[in-house]
């Protein structure tokens, strides 16, 4: 049995010294064993019987059909073929070196395995039976002369043979591999002892019955090919239910189980040496608007995508693993503290914004990374994830890229994780619900239109800031749900408004997630219609944001809204990179200038600036302008003198329940003529 790596393991080009010198070390000493056994025993060769030549063959088939396994992230392999080889040396003694050594290069030619692995494996070969064929040639007289290879009474130094080869061969791999991977070779001998000694104990323990088949008689060798496939494929059925087990079935990733047991052992190597352990949590931003409106036929080959670019942008040394849904981990083992973590968090994140094509189309995500390190943030496995998952939800809250576990956000975590659960419940206890802020036109001093903001009032823990439950309610899904929901008792009051005399627009605001869903037109029409609403009543805002995830279906979905009839506002105008790309490929009647520009512009003359020019931008491309966060009168004329059309905030009221409504347009509002479809119902102003 030898598991053995990918051959892009051992292209010596890319690795440090001490590995290549060693490499070829183990080179030189396998050639130097083959060239003196070929110099002592090579006339041998000739004199073997046809059935030793039938199990030479069989060396030859196990190495062109090897079991493929996955370990520690890396392709490998097990190969059948020391099964025969071991068989050999039992049969013809040290010159089954040379037919092992002939079957594994001619095998590596045929599959055009690299130079380098394909004389690694030669050497491997021949000093783990060299070695084997040491211990026989000490203790016994295997072969013996006449019809029976052995007897009875070798097979106690057979075992020990066979054990001497095992622990050769895993010893030269594991230190390939650890030096490939800079980490320690007991590491590598620990992680896969019980694996690789159920393996070698399967294959190795049926060389024996090999040679007593094939010295009773050819046809008997024969026979016994059924059960040898039927053992090895039982192996490899053993194999594949193992790797099931451990590893991710969309993205062959390491699952949590795996990923676990990675951690406890880097975490216990680390406490031995005085090392860091990192330990990272990975979740795509926006994925459910992917599943939601693609399907999960899309979803799964964009996970599957991200987790090809995971591999190809993690260090050799780290693991990655697929948590569940589209949460993934990555393990720093070797030096993993807070900038070795930002830095493989930022080539994720380079990794990552690269448009993914999936199917015909195009698509850009993004990742929130959260980190732990030990010691300094635990030296428990479950303590360093819980922490790198706050980390996380932190990034997520910041809307940056990769936070650091920080003790003063820990507090914050329990709290969100319960609003989460509290949210769908207050939805559908219509403890949400919008609150209305008059929209006054500039020229006459009329309300015009009311914009719908959404509010929560908790029963348990009164009111919640919007800050707070609106990215909760994104990264849950909630937020189409939320939407629809502002949308139908938006349109509900603005008809008892309407009924009462005042035939004003509602605003509402559109999030990204709800703007990708495909049937969000014809809802939006039905709500329409259960309210008797026409379309122009209604006014959606959004803002850039909504073509990040997917801008030709947002574009779409823009452009049938638009076609019903339904006016469309620029949200938080001025303060995106893209805001003129917007106003040219999208259907927009209207700009929001932010709050962040109006509110100091009578003291701060680069605001004036930049409303003034938005202003003049909007009214070149006939455009309506809605100046955000007015407070003062001063600020209030000033936009007058710009000719800005509507203007919002305290200066006028705030955002007002929807029980106070008619009553502040009563007292302050509206004495806007009387609309058509107000005569039409027959109702007095």
């Given at each position: 049995m030898v598991p053995r790596r990918s051959a892009s393991r051992l292209t010596l080009g890319h690795r440090v010294r001490p590995a290549y010198v060693y490499i070829a070390a183990v080179i030189a000493a396998g050639a130097a064993?083959?060239?003196?056994?070929?110099?002592?025993?090579?006339?041998?060769?000739?004199?073997?019987?046809?059935?030793?030549?039938?199990?030479?063959?069989?060396?030859?088939?196990?190495?062109?059909?090897?079991?493929?396994?996955?370990r520690r992230g890396a392709d490998g392999e097990i190969t059948p073929s020391t099964t025969f080889g071991f068989a050999l040396l039992i049969a013809a003694g040290p010159v089954a070196v040379l037919l092992q050594a002939a079957a594994s290069t001619g095998a590596d030619l045929i599959t055009r395995k690299a130079p380098a692995k394909l004389a690694f494996n030669a050497g491997q070969y021949a000093l783990s039976l060299g070695a084997a064929a040491l211990v026989l040639g000490a203790t016994t007289p295997v072969p013996r002369a006449g019809a029976d290879a052995f007897t009875s009474g070798d097979l106690g130094w057979i075992v020990v043979a066979g054990i001497v080869f095992f622990v050769v061969n895993s010893g030269l791999v594991a230190t390939v591999l650890a030096l490939l991977d800079r980490t320690s070779v007991w590491r590598y001998l620990a992680e896969d002892f019980i694996f690789q000694a159920a393996s070698a104990g399967a294959l190795l323990?049926?060389?024996?019955?090999?040679?007593?088949?094939?010295?009773?008689?050819?046809?008997?060798?024969?026979?016994?090919?059924?059960?040898?496939?039927?053992?090895?494929?039982?192996?490899?059925?053993?194999?594949?239910?193992?790797?099931?087990?451990?590893?991710?079935?969309?993205?062959e990733l390491p699952n949590r189980v795996l990923f676990v047991d990675r951690v406890a052992q880097a975490l216990r190597t680390a406490q031995r040496d005085g090392g860091s352990v990192g330990v990272m949590v990975m979740d795509l931003n926006h994925f459910k608007e992917v599943n939601d409106t693609l399907?999960?036929?899309?979803?799964?080959?964009?996970?599957?995508?991200?987790?090809?670019?995971?591999?190809?942008?993690?260090?050799?040394?780290?693991?990655?693993?697929?948590?569940?849904?589209?949460?993934?981990?990555?393990?720093?083992?070797?030096?993993?503290?807070?900038?070795?973590?930002?830095?493989?968090?930022?080539?994720?994140?380079?990794?990552?914004?690269?448009?993914?094509?999936?199917?015909?189309?195009?698509l850009e995500i993004s990742a929130s990374v959260g980190a732990a390190c030990s010691p300094g943030h635990g030296q428990a496995v479950d303590v360093l994830l819980q922490r790198a998952d706050i980390a996380m939800y932190e990034a997520k809250r910041r809307g940056s890229s990769f936070e650091l576990f920080a003790a003063q956000t820990d507090v914050l975590v329990p709290r969100r994780l319960v609003l989460a659960a509290e949210l769908r419940q207050g939805l559908q206890l219509d403890a949400l619900g919008p609150h209305f802020q008059p929209k006054v036109s500039l020229a006459t001093g009329r309300t015009v239109g009311m914009e719908a903001l959404m509010r929560w009032q908790s029963p348990r823990r009164g009111p919640i800031a919007p800050s707070e439950f609106i990215p909760i309610a994104e990264q849950t899904g909630l937020i189409t749900m939320a939407t629809l929901m502002m949308i139908d008792r938006s349109l509900a009051e603005r008809q008892r408004w309407l009924l009462a005399g005042f035939p004003?627009?509602?605003?509402?605001?559109?999030?990204?997630?709800?703007?990708?869903?495909?049937?969000?037109?014809?809802?939006?029409a039905e709500l329409l219609a259960v309210h008797g609403t026409p379309p122009s009543a209604l006014e959606?805002?959004?803002?850039?944001?909504?073509?990040?995830?997917?801008?030709?279906?947002?574009?779409a979905v823009l452009n049938r809204l638009d076609a019903m009839g339904i006016r469309m506002a620029i949200d938080d105008f001025g303060t995106g990179y893209s805001s003129l790309a917007l106003l040219r490929r999208?259907?927009?009647?209207?700009?929001?200038?932010?709050?962040?520009?109006?509110?100091?512009?009578?003291?701060?003359?680069?605001?004036?600036?930049?409303?003034?020019?938005?202003?003049?931008?909007?009214?070149?491309?006939a455009l309506e302008v809605i100046a955000e966060g007015v407070e003062t009168t001063l600020v209030r004329d000033h936009l007058a003198a710009l000719r800005c059309d509507v203007a919002q905030g305290f200066l006028f009221s705030p955002a007002l329940p929807p029980d106070g409504v008619l009553t502040w347009l009563t007292e302050n509002g509206s004495d806007l003529p009387l609309a058509a479809e107000v005569a039409v119902l027959g109702r007095p102003a």
């Amino acid at each position: 049995m030898v598991p053995r790596r990918s051959a892009s393991r051992l292209t010596l080009g890319h690795r440090v010294r001490p590995a290549y010198v060693y490499i070829a070390a183990v080179i030189a000493a396998g050639a130097a064993t083959i060239t003196s056994i070929a110099v002592l025993y090579g006339d041998e060769l000739l004199h073997q019987p046809l059935w030793v030549w039938l199990i030479a063959c069989g060396v030859l088939a196990g190495e062109l059909f090897p079991i493929q396994v996955r370990r520690r992230g890396a392709d490998g392999e097990i190969t059948p073929s020391t099964t025969f080889g071991f068989a050999l040396l039992i049969a013809a003694g040290p010159v089954a070196v040379l037919l092992q050594a002939a079957a594994s290069t001619g095998a590596d030619l045929i599959t055009r395995k690299a130079p380098a692995k394909l004389a690694f494996n030669a050497g491997q070969y021949a000093l783990s039976l060299g070695a084997a064929a040491l211990v026989l040639g000490a203790t016994t007289p295997v072969p013996r002369a006449g019809a029976d290879a052995f007897t009875s009474g070798d097979l106690g130094w057979i075992v020990v043979a066979g054990i001497v080869f095992f622990v050769v061969n895993s010893g030269l791999v594991a230190t390939v591999l650890a030096l490939l991977d800079r980490t320690s070779v007991w590491r590598y001998l620990a992680e896969d002892f019980i694996f690789q000694a159920a393996s070698a104990g399967a294959l190795l323990a049926v060389s024996p019955i090999i040679v007593v088949a094939g010295s009773f008689g050819v046809l008997l060798l024969a026979l016994l090919v059924l059960p040898l496939v039927t053992v090895v494929q039982g192996q490899r059925q053993g194999i594949i239910s193992e790797h099931q087990a451990l590893h991710d079935a969309l993205t062959e990733l390491p699952n949590r189980v795996l990923f676990v047991d990675r951690v406890a052992q880097a975490l216990r190597t680390a406490q031995r040496d005085g090392g860091s352990v990192g330990v990272m949590v990975m979740d795509l931003n926006h994925f459910k608007e992917v599943n939601d409106t693609l399907g999960h036929h899309h979803g799964d080959l964009l996970l599957s995508e991200v987790a090809r670019r995971l591999r190809t942008n993690v260090r050799g040394q780290d693991s990655i693993a697929r948590l569940g849904g589209d949460e993934f981990a990555v393990l720093v083992p070797v030096g993993g503290d807070a900038v070795t973590c930002a830095e493989v968090a930022a080539r994720i994140n380079a990794a990552l914004c690269e448009p993914m094509q999936i199917g015909e189309m195009s698509l850009e995500i993004s990742a929130s990374v959260g980190a732990a390190c030990s010691p300094g943030h635990g030296q428990a496995v479950d303590v360093l994830l819980q922490r790198a998952d706050i980390a996380m939800y932190e990034a997520k809250r910041r809307g940056s890229s990769f936070e650091l576990f920080a003790a003063q956000t820990d507090v914050l975590v329990p709290r969100r994780l319960v609003l989460a659960a509290e949210l769908r419940q207050g939805l559908q206890l219509d403890a949400l619900g919008p609150h209305f802020q008059p929209k006054v036109s500039l020229a006459t001093g009329r309300t015009v239109g009311m914009e719908a903001l959404m509010r929560w009032q908790s029963p348990r823990r009164g009111p919640i800031a919007p800050s707070e439950f609106i990215p909760i309610a994104e990264q849950t899904g909630l937020i189409t749900m939320a939407t629809l929901m502002m949308i139908d008792r938006s349109l509900a009051e603005r008809q008892r408004w309407l009924l009462a005399g005042f035939p004003l627009t509602v605003a509402v605001n559109l999030s990204p997630r709800s703007l990708l869903n495909a049937q969000l037109p014809e809802t939006i029409a039905e709500l329409l219609a259960v309210h008797g609403t026409p379309p122009s009543a209604l006014e959606i805002e959004i803002t850039e944001s909504v073509l990040m995830a997917d801008p030709d279906r947002a574009e779409a979905v823009l452009n049938r809204l638009d076609a019903m009839g339904i006016r469309m506002a620029i949200d938080d105008f001025g303060t995106g990179y893209s805001s003129l790309a917007l106003l040219r490929r999208l259907p927009v009647s209207a700009v929001k200038i932010d709050r962040s520009f109006v509110t100091h512009m009578a003291r701060n003359e680069s605001d004036t600036a930049i409303v003034r020019s938005t202003i003049d931008l909007a009214r070149n491309l006939a455009l309506e302008v809605i100046a955000e966060g007015v407070e003062t009168t001063l600020v209030r004329d000033h936009l007058a003198a710009l000719r800005c059309d509507v203007a919002q905030g305290f200066l006028f009221s705030p955002a007002l329940p929807p029980d106070g409504v008619l009553t502040w347009l009563t007292e302050n509002g509206s004495d806007l003529p009387l609309a058509a479809e107000v005569a039409v119902l027959g109702r007095p102003a």
